[in-house]
């Protein structure tokens, strides 16, 4: 079955430091979205993208955040400059644009802490 | 009004036993409604999915019925099995131009062999 992959599955990080998480979203789907979930609560919605730009993005997803699909299969999330509470699972997802319903897939996450 | 309550919080039922979670929305332009499974350190993976113009879906040991007047639905999970025990979470698709989902909080079963 066909599945989102994501790297790195954990990353340490300074705080201040800069981090990129990359996805290779499944091959015949048009949209991607990162979400997020702090240990033990619900998962949220970060922003997703579509046509190679961004379509909707939540209120988490500040100027510290940005989004890229540099190429033909990887699709990244980009956080500047770390903080403590962006220490959280990060979830890449995608699904194909159909006129039906069609399904969101996730990836197993990466799992950042700042520190 | 984007919000997706869930509950319980945390639910045991003993094996063989029925698992009930419910969830409920305010927001009507929502148009599908899965339910997610994650197990610990797992990225969520789909259970169960219902479009509102139908009450109640089965797919083998899993139901989800739909209220949609009440603004409600439910997981059903009959036969309950130790291999079921992991965080259910409900969740809700926007009528949006990117179609996000909004989750619930998640409610954590543990199955009792």
């Known amino acids: 079955e066909p599945e989102v992959t994501q790297t790195p599955s954990h990353q340490v990080t300074q705080m201040g430091q800069e981090v990129i998480l990359r996805c290779v979203p499944i091959?015949?789907?048009?949209?991607f979205y990162w979400y997020r979930q702090i240990l033990g609560q619900k998962v949220e919605f970060l922003v997703s993208f579509y046509n190679n730009e961004i379509s909707e993005k939540s209120e988490i997803f500040d100027d510290q955040f940005s989004v890229e699909r540099p190429d033909g299969s990887n699709f990244t999330l980009k956080i500047r400059s770390t903080k403590l509470e962006d220490s959280a699972m990060y979830f890449c997802?995608?699904?194909?644009?159909?006129?039906?319903?069609?399904?969101?897939?996730f990836g197993e996450g990466s799992w950042l802490t700042v520190v | 009004q984007q919000q997706v309550k869930q509950s319980p919080q945390s639910l045991i039922v003993q094996k063989g036993g029925i698992s009930i979670i419910n969830c409920a929305y305010e927001n009507t332009a929502f148009d599908y409604f899965p339910w997610y499974q994650q197990f610990p350190g797992k990225g969520p993976a789909l259970l169960i999915a219902?479009?509102?113009?139908?009450s109640e879906k089965k797919e083998g040991r899993f139901t989800i019925s739909f209220n949609k007047s009440a603004k409600q639905f439910s997981l059903h999970i009959m036969d309950s099995q130790p291999g079921d025990s992991a965080t259910y979470f409900c969740?809700?698709?926007?009528?949006?131009?990117?179609?996000?989902?909004?989750f619930g909080s998640g409610t954590q079963l543990t199955v009792l062999p």
């Open positions: 219902i479009r509102p113009d139908v």
């Open positions: 997802a995608s699904s194909e644009a159909s006129a039906g319903v069609y399904t969101i897939y």
């Open positions: 969740a809700a698709r926007g009528a949006g131009s990117a179609r996000q989902l909004t």
């Open positions: 091959s015949n789907h048009l949209y």
